[in-house]
C-alpha cells in the first residue's frame, strides 16, 4: 500500500475547502485508487466541512495538523486528539519542522503526542528532517534516527504509525528537490530500523507530478506527503495517478 496524502497548512477558506472536498469526492466516487491510501490534512476550521462533504465513508483519510497530548484541560488555542477525532480526524500531522522550529516542538512533547493520539486510535504521522548544514557535513541518517527512536521511545504497539522524512532543506517554497542518492541512505536506515514495524514510511519535500514515479521508486518509500503540488484537486489526483501506476 502506497500512502499519498497533503498538508493544507495555513492556506484555504470553508469556501475552497467546500469546493475541493467536493470535487475529490466526485472523482473518488467508486473508492481508492489501487494500491493507494489517500489522506488530506486540512486547516482545523475546515476540517469538520471537509469530513461532511467526502462522508464517514469516503476512502480518503483526514488529518489535523497538530494536537495536544492533554485529553482536555487550559491549553488556550490549542485542540486536543478526541476533539480532532470528533471533527472528522483520522490521523494527526506531528513535529513538522515549522512546529519545531517556530513553536518549540522538541523530541518530548512529538513523543507525548504521538502517545496520546495512538491512545485514542488514531494515526499519528511523525515528521522528522535535517536542516541544510547537517545535510552538507553528511549527518541525515544519525540525525533523522535520533528524532525517531526520541519520538517512539517507550512506545511499544507501532502497527498505526507513519513516518515522513521531510528534509527541511527540501520542503517549502525555496525547497530543492531531492534526488534518489540524496534520501536513500535515510530510507534505508528507517526501513531497516523501523520498516516491518510502522505503518508506512513516507518522503516529503517539493514532491511533485514530474518527481513522484522516482522518489516511490527509492527502497523504502512508501508513501508520498506533498505540499502545494497537491492543493488543487486535478494535481492531487495525478499524484494519486502516478502512485496507483507504482503500485
Known amino acids: 500500500m502506497l500512502w499519498v496524502g497533503t498538508s493544507w497548512k495555513m492556506n484555504g477558506t470553508l469556501a475552497s475547502a467546500r469546493d475541493y472536498a467536493t470535487r475529490l469526492g466526485a472523482a473518488l466516487d467508486a473508492g481508492a485508487p489501487a494500491g493507494v491510501q489517500p489522506f488530506i490534512i486540512p486547516p482545523a476550521t475546515a476540517l469538520a466541512t471537509v469530513h461532511q462533504i467526502l462522508g464517514a465513508d469516503s ?75 547537517v545535510f552538507a557535513a553528511g549527518g541525515s541518517v544519525a540525525h533523522v534516527t535520533a528524532q525517531v527512536d526520541a519520538a517512539l521511545q517507550g512506545i511499544d504497539d507501532l502497527g498505526r504509525v507513519l513516518i515522513a522524512y521531510e528534509p527541511i532543506w527540501a520542503i517549502g517554497e ?33 514532491v511533485n507530478q514530474g518527481n513522484a514515479a522516482e522518489t516511490l521508486a527509492v527502497p523504502g518509500v512508501t508513501g508520498l506527503f506533498v505540499g502545494r503540488a497537491a492543493w488543487q484537486v486535478d494535481g492531487y489526483l495525478e499524484l494519486l495517478r502516478i502512485a496507483t501506476a507504482a503500485a
Not at 530500523?193 to 516529503?204: M, Q
Open 59 to 133: 476512502p480518503v483519510l483526514l488529518g489535523v495538523q497538530n494536537a495536544h497530548w492533554a485529553d482536555a484541560g487550559a491549553w488556550t488555542g490549542e485542540i486536543s486528539v478526541p476533539q480532532a477525532a470528533d471533527a472528522g480526524a483520522q490521523l494527526v500531522e506531528i513535529g513538522h519542522s515549522e512546529r519545531r522550529e517556530f513553536f518549540a516542538e522538541t523530541d518530548q512533547t512529538v513523543n507525548r503526542k504521538v502517545a496520546a493520539t495512538l491512545r485514542h486510535g488514531l494515526r499519528p504521522l511523525l515528521c522528522v528532517g535535517e536542516p541544510a548544514e
Open 174 to 206: 525555496g525547497g530543492r528537490e531531492a534526488r534518489g542518492e540524496d534520501i536513500e541512505a535515510v530510507f534505508a536506515a528507517l526501513d531497516a530500523g523501523y520498516g516491518d514495524r510502522v505503518e508506512a514510511i513516507l518522503y516529503g519535500g517539493s
